[in-house]
């Protein structure tokens, strides 16, 4: 009596366990498709400086970002009834890198940065379960429609905008390069912003987020060498030649950061 009483529960439970590792390695792959197209977007954002038609490139991302967000909606339909916070070291480097995309082509549209509210805000999913409605009475509950949302934490969020600060010093040495001179001081004050808020977290923050202060840091040191370079030598260097010198000054911040 006994074992059989064991023996169907085992069952149970390695049922259960193996459903679980099931959706577990589900969600790694939406992840990895996720960070796919999320990078892809970012690239495409980086031609926004050097094409003919900036809007026709900011349409692209769009679109491409809508592919992320269903990509996400599967996400959400598989953790409907789960506890997000077991399967969220699945799904949470797919997110970090959305939020890099969204942040960037929001900071290329309005030059600031998005909120964790209008991220969340976009990651509400709504969809008519047609099948379930055909074989059901039509009530005013049925009728309404199903409404699921993926909530982004607050550490992703810190993650992914730790992130946007590299993708914004690469914006820096383009802008330079297609001889605006402008956007690099526009965007040393804006990364001075956003690394004052870290420093204000601190040690006190989750360990990847005072990890990425770092990289941050790295980040702002480059923007603002590259604005010394154009308010000091600026008259100096042609042009055409400007952004061959913020990267050559980049590759020798780098070296030195790495001897010390």
């Known amino acids: 009596m006994l074992i059989s009483y064991l023996n169907t529960n085992s069952a149970a439970f390695q049922l259960e366990l193996d459903t679980r590792h099931d959706k577990y390695e589900r969600l790694v792959k939406l992840s990895r498709d996720i960070t796919i197209e999320s990078k892809r977007t970012i690239f495409l954002l980086h031609r926004y400086i050097s094409a003919p038609n900036g809007e026709e490139v900011l349409n692209e991302s769009e679109v491409k970002l809508d592919a992320v967000r269903r990509k996400i909606k599967q996400v959400a339909q598989e953790l409907i009834g789960e506890d997000m916070y ?95 001179i402008d956007t690099p001081f526009e965007l040393s004050q804006f990364l001075r912003q956003i690394y004052d808020g870290f420093t204000f977290i601190g040690n006190t923050g989750p360990y990847e987020v005072s990890k990425k202060l770092y990289t941050l840091k790295q980040s702002l040191a480059k923007v603002e060498n590259a604005c010394y370079t154009l308010k000091v030598r600026g008259s100096e260097i042609p042009k055409h030649m400007l952004a061959d010198v913020f990267s050559t000054k980049t590759e020798l911040i780098d070296q030195e950061e790495g001897l010390s």
């Open 86 to 180: 077991q399967f969220h070291r699945a799904i949470s480097p797919g997110l970090q890198e959305y939020i890099e995309a969204v942040s960037f082509q929001y900071f290329i549209k309005t030059r600031s940065l998005i909120s964790i509210e209008e991220i969340n805000k976009q990651l509400v999913f709504t969809a008519e379960d047609r099948e379930e409605t055909t074989n059901m009475t039509s009530t005013s509950q049925d009728k309404q429609p199903h409404t699921w949302s993926l909530k982004v934490t607050p550490v992703d969020y810190l993650l992914g905008v730790a992130d946007l600060t590299g993708e914004l010093m690469r914006l820096c040495i383009s802008s330079v390069g297609n001889g605006d």
